[in-house]
């Protein structure tokens, strides 16, 4: 009875053992659960590395947030592998390649949708930007393990850089959301406030240089348009307002300049001189 009880223990030991991960070198496959981890523990490595890298270099005080905010944004961001092949496997050398996706959060998503030219950032080198993922396919890279048959090392990945920044840009673009958005809204305020600017300085010049009798006969016609013009589009004292929202000021500035436009093209003047 005794003899059953200790075979079956050691049975049980040895199962264990298997579960736990003691593979065979001929195991060692790229898609293997374990090369898998090892990869996008790599990624995130080295990402982190450049996120205190310029963190540092740049001074806290560039940044709006400290470098735990960040980090751990960067440490949220899903990465995957996928259509995993082993091209090699020559002396626990494994060559590899894969398609590897980084997900993109929903607030990397909103600065990206208030300023769409900041995709670049993201979609580093050759990835494309495909159902809320970044996607890099063909990337290759090596595997190596080590001599206790757990550790794995991760070398010559091929897309190293744009992976890494990409993550990183994603964790800068995540938690600077609400600062970026504000600054992207101020700088188009200022580029539709200069546009109006620009306008009606053409139209005041063109009023001026009427004859004085078209003048006396337009001023009523010319207040009129005015108020007008106010009506439509907003008042430009609520266009200047920091309580007004960012859009419906643009949108003042922007009405306000085409009727102008349209108003110098009736005084038969030229905007753009």
């Known amino acids: 009875m005794y003899k059953r009880i200790l075979a079956v223990s050691i049975i049980s030991l040895c199962s264990h053992g298997a579960i736990a991960g003691l593979f065979d070198s001929n195991d060692f496959k790229c898609g293997r659960d374990d090369a898998n981890a090892a990869v996008q ?4 490595d080295e990402a982190s590395g450049v996120l205190q890298s310029n963190y540092l270099a740049a001074g806290k005080d560039k940044y709006s947030k400290p470098l735990s905010a960040y980090q ?6 899903n990465i995957s592998t996928s259509n995993i092949s082993t091209k090699s496997n020559n002396d626990d050398e494994l060559t590899c390649n894969a398609t590897i996706s980084i997900k993109v959060s929903p607030e990397t998503l909103a600065v990206i949708g208030d300023d769409p030219s900041r995709l ?3 979609t580093q080198g050759s990835g494309k930007f495909n159902n809320g993922s970044v996607v890099w396919k063909n990337v290759s890279y090596n595997l190596n393990l080590a001599d206790n048959g757990k550790d794995i090392q991760v070398d010559n990945f091929s897309n190293y850089n744009d992976i890494t920044v990409s993550l990183y840009q994603s964790s800068l673009m995540g938690i ?10 101020q700088s188009r305020i200022l580029s539709a406030k200069s546009s109006y600017d620009q306008s009606d300085a053409v139209l005041n010049q063109i009023w001026k240089d009427l004859p004085e009798s078209a003048r006396n006969s337009m001023r009523k016609a010319q207040g009129v348009w005015a108020n007008d013009k106010a009506a439509k589009c907003g ?3 609520d266009a200047e307002l920091s309580t007004t929202a960012i859009e419906q000021r643009i949108k003042i500035y922007q009405c306000q300049t085409k009727l ?14």
């Open 41 to 44: 523990k790599y990624i995130k």
């Open 72 to 77: 751990g944004e960067l440490n949220l961001i």
């Open 120 to 122: 670049y950032r993201i």
């Open 176 to 185: 600077d959301k609400e600062t970026i958005i504000q600054g992207n809204g």
């Open 235 to 237: 008042k430009l004292s």
């Open 260 to 273: 102008t436009q349209d108003r110098i093209t009736y005084l038969g003047g030229n905007e753009s001189e």
